[in-house]
């Protein structure tokens, strides 16, 4: 399993890419599912890829393990395919 991201690194290579490499990015939760220390959330990602003016919309599910009210881990499953063809 890979090392856990600091939060710096989490907002530059994750945040600040969203922000500055798209238009009208979204993650709009529809539903969550909750299991004692573990939640899962499932939605859909949109939004316009500036460098080639795509737009996409895919799915996602996020799961979610807490500790002390605190997340400690976040595993997202998403439909690759759809995001790429914004890309290229």
């Excluded at 909750?34 to 996020?62: C, I, L, N, Q, W």
């Excluded at 807490?66 to 995001?83: A, H």
Aim: hydrophobic content about 45%; cysteine-free.
């Amino acid at each position: 399993m890979p090392a856990p991201m600091s939060v710096d690194a989490l907002m530059q290579g994750v945040f600040k890419r969203l922000g500055s490499e798209w238009t009208g990015y979204h993650a709009d939760v529809h539903s969550f599912i909750a299991d004692g220390e573990r939640v899962a959330a499932f939605g859909v990602y949109s939004g316009t890829y500036k460098a080639t003016g795509k737009s996409m919309t895919a799915p996602f599910a996020h799961l979610y393990e807490l500790r002390d009210g605190k997340i400690i881990r976040m595993r997202q499953y998403v439909d690759t395919v759809l995001v790429a063809r914004a890309l290229t």
